[in-house]
């Protein structure tokens, strides 16, 4: 599933948002979706792109960019948790187990905490592939803009 700039994006105030608010969608790891974020991201390590040489590392094949995995974050925040009042302040991330191409995840975030005095989320994410395994482990934390 892709959004596209026409989905809407969701308006949430500070106080609209309650500790446990989450959001869930899916994505599938397509041959297209990696080159576009080696484009985008200048790494064009070999691991990714070169299946001759994927083939003679541990996994056997192509490993699908990490960063290309965490960025299904931004949407999180961006779109959904709180949407257009979002601002990154911090994101930490957990790499636990490789992705492939081909691969349908799973992005799961959930509104832990919230900090009246600096109006900042605490958002937990995981990411998991079809079999369930855990891909991506992250804490954001999102400041909830008044404008």
Do not use: W
């Not at 397509?30 to 064009?44: C, H, I, N, R, W």
């Amino acid at each position: 599933m892709y959004l596209s700039m026409n989905d809407k994006v969701s308006e949430y105030t500070f106080n609209d948002i309650e500790i446990g608010f989450s959001k869930k969608f899916q994505v599938i790891i397509t041959e297209s979706l990696v080159k576009q974020f080696a484009s985008v991201s200048g790494d064009y390590s070999p691991i990714h792109l070169d299946e001759k040489y994927a083939k003679s590392t541990t996994f056997k094949k192509r490993v699908v960019h990490g960063m290309l995995l965490a960025s299904f974050l931004s949407r999180v925040d961006g779109m959904y948790l709180p949407g257009k009042h979002a601002l990154y302040f911090s994101q930490n991330i957990e790499f636990r187990n490789p992705c492939f191409i081909g691969d349908t995840v799973t992005i799961f975030s959930k509104v832990i905490d919230k900090s009246e005095s600096t109006k900042i989320l605490k958002i937990e994410s995981e990411i998991i592939n079809q079999e369930n395994k855990l891909l991506l482990y992250g804490l954001g934390r999102v400041i909830v803009r008044d404008d």
